[in-house]
């Protein structure tokens, strides 16, 4: 794997890869790297001929009062898993390298990204859809990989890909879970054994509002009830949202059709998790 910390150094061995007829296939990470990042991975191996994986923590998509400062960080061990893998490049910049000094220029998806996640974190999604604009112009891939956990982010990206004309395929990949139901995500590295627990809640609320789905229940009404039902039964747990949108436009739907998805937020604790189905 070779690793470098410049646009530069990235974007001539893309180029270079490109040139010789490669595909490529971008996997773009925050590191603290989980089986979820993995999974990834081997889909893009699966079906590009290169992959080209990014560690950085990106500092405009974390508010103020954020965690930015503790997000989990362990970069040889992300190095090593990333190399066991089959990772061709890694991209690993500074946020100078990223930032530099006077830039002023934002993209941002208007009409998405004050959505879900965007209406609790505002600004998150500019950050987000900034940074992905500049990892595509530089890495330029055929395809960029990305987790199901993130339904939100999923939907701003495919807006942008359109939007701006990027030639490349947004690939979503299954959410992967723990043996009790918990999305894998970094940020679960924060809970200690009692929230850790508690925050089984989420997958609970939204497995009960599918299973009441699948029996023919469709009114919204009734379902995020029962989802918030059990909510009330993790006192300690402070629910975010719950809602049945639209998986494209994020907007809340007036029946439950198969394609919607269901998507919740919430905090254990100090610790925001997300999860979500499509029915």
């Given amino acids: 794997m070779k690793a470098c910390s410049t646009i530069e150094e990235i974007r001539g061995l893309c180029l270079s890869?490109?040139?010789?007829?490669?595909?490529?296939?971008?996997?773009?990470?925050m590191g603290a790297l989980h089986e979820g990042h993995l999974s990834l991975v081997r889909a893009a191996k699966a079906n590009c001929d290169v992959v080209v994986a990014s560690i950085f923590v990106n500092p405009t998509q974390f508010g103020p009062t954020e965690d930015l400062a503790k997000y989990p960080r362990d970069f040889e061990r992300d190095c090593a898993l990333l190399e066991k893998e089959g990772v061709g490049f890694l991209f690993a910049p500074s946020a100078n390298e990223m930032y530099p000094?006077?830039?002023?220029?934002w993209v941002t998806v208007e009409g998405l990204s004050e959505k879900l996640d965007?209406?609790?974190r505002p600004g998150?999604?500019?950050?987000?859809s900034?940074?992905?604009?500049?990892?595509?112009?530089?890495?330029?891939?055929?395809?960029?990989?990305?987790?199901?956990?993130?339904?939100a982010q999923l939907a701003v990206i495919r807006r942008m890909v359109?939007?701006?004309?990027?030639p490349i395929e947004i690939v979503a990949c299954p959410i992967v879970r723990e043996k009790d139901g918990v999305a894998m995500s970094s940020r679960n590295a924060y809970l200690d054994a009692e929230r850790r627990t508690r925050a089984t809640v989420l997958y609970r609320s939204i497995t009960r509002i599918r299973q009441l789905w699948e029996s023919g229940e469709n009114s919204p009404q009734s379902l995020l009830a029962a989802g918030r039902a059990e909510f009330e039964k993790e006192k300690s747990v402070r629910l975010d949202y719950l809602e049945i949108v639209d998986p494209d436009n994020l907007d809340p739907l007036e029946r439950a059709e198969k394609g919607a998805l269901v998507a919740v937020a919430a905090f254990v604790g100090t610790t925001r998790l997300i999860d979500n189905i499509v029915l």
């Fill in 101 to 105: 000094w006077g830039s002023v220029t």
């Fill in 17 to 29: 890869a490109r040139r010789s007829g490669k595909r490529l296939g971008f996997v773009p990470t």
């Fill in 124 to 128: 998150h999604f500019r950050g987000v």
């Fill in 118 to 120: 965007g209406k609790s």
């Fill in 130 to 151: 900034t940074v992905l604009a500049k990892l595509f112009h530089v890495i330029e891939p055929d395809a960029a990989f990305f987790g199901q956990k993130d339904a």
């Fill in 162 to 166: 359109r939007d701006l004309n990027f």
